[in-house]
């Protein structure tokens, strides 16, 4: 392991602004990881623990030692008839992880194909796209927890799973470092007409999903379709960090009283909400509300001033284009946030993790 002094970040978060970290390390296994909890209480300076940086806003350089959790590896636990059990290690591209899944014909994550990050970042933000939440097929999470070096595998049930929402947010927050993940996926064939794994369902009824895939000639889809469908839509709606630094959604979706709504649709009648799937309904009086129409309403998609802007295929993402500053996206962010609670009386939540 390397200890680095003074290490540009700019390549280490997807929003890609060029901060310094006083120090820097990377550790690639459980072991290295636990060396450094070790000489943690020797460290007297801030740490921050970072994976793959996707949700993440610096607004100053980091005065203290940054420790990149990059362990890698996919192993096959057990192999049924119908499914898999998959442990993925922290460090792993999920993007990659999809595809790893996907050309096995292991069903489950296909529909969070492209989402930026780390597997070890999946768990904490509970990350979801097109009617899929990453909670949907975790089984468990190992971690270590930082004050005394223990390992511990929690259930999903014990990951306290909501919207954008777990556990590692809450009671759990600084508290421990995601080892690795273990996924339960659904075996499904290659081959559209195959029979043999016939219960496994798509998810295609969110948005765009069978349009696009019509798009592609495609009636009855396999496994790689799904995917390429997600990843063509997300690529059309969505900046890609690698050109606009961002961290995919800036904002959550809020979530309001049904009868806020009824009133709010007296005066805007065309304001769009999802009714909570019924499984993961908390109550039936409340409703989400796309918070992407609420700024687009604002005036805000589009926007740019310098190099911050609100990006113009989705405006729930806040966009670098070259030189903003962390400073910069949350003085943005801040306006958004003002205008949407003058408009509307809604306030919005930011989802990004801003490092102050
Ligand atoms: N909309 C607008 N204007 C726009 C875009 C969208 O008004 O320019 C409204 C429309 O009413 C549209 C609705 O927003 O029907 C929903 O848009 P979209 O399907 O793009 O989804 P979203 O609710 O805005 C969520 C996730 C995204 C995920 C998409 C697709 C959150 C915070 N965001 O966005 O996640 O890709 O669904 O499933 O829940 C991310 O977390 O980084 C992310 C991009």
Redesign the pocket.
Known sequence: MHLDQKVSLKTHHTFGMEVEARYFVEAKTHTEVLTLLNYRHMIHMPILFLGGGS?ILFTRSFPGIVIKINSKGIELKEDYDDHVVVTAEAGENWDDFVQYCVDRGWAGIE?LSL??GKVGAAPI?N?????VEVSDVIQSVQVIEIETGKQKRLTNAECQFG??DSIFKNALKGKVIILNVTFKLQKVSDLPDDKVFGSYHFRLD??DIRGELEQMAVTIPVISDVREAICQI?RR??PDPAIAGN???F???PVIEKKLLISLQERFPAM?F?QQVPEKLVSSDLV?I????L???CGW?GYRIHDAGVH??????LVNYGTATGTDILELANQIMDSVVQKFGIQLEP?VNVIS
């Open positions: 949700n529909n989402i930026p933000q990350i979801g796209a097109y009617g919207y954008r969110y948005g997300r709606k969505l961290a995919g959604s904002f959550k979706n769009p999802y989400k796309p918070a992407a129409w700024i687009e309403q998609k113009p295929g989705q405006p729930l993402v989802e």
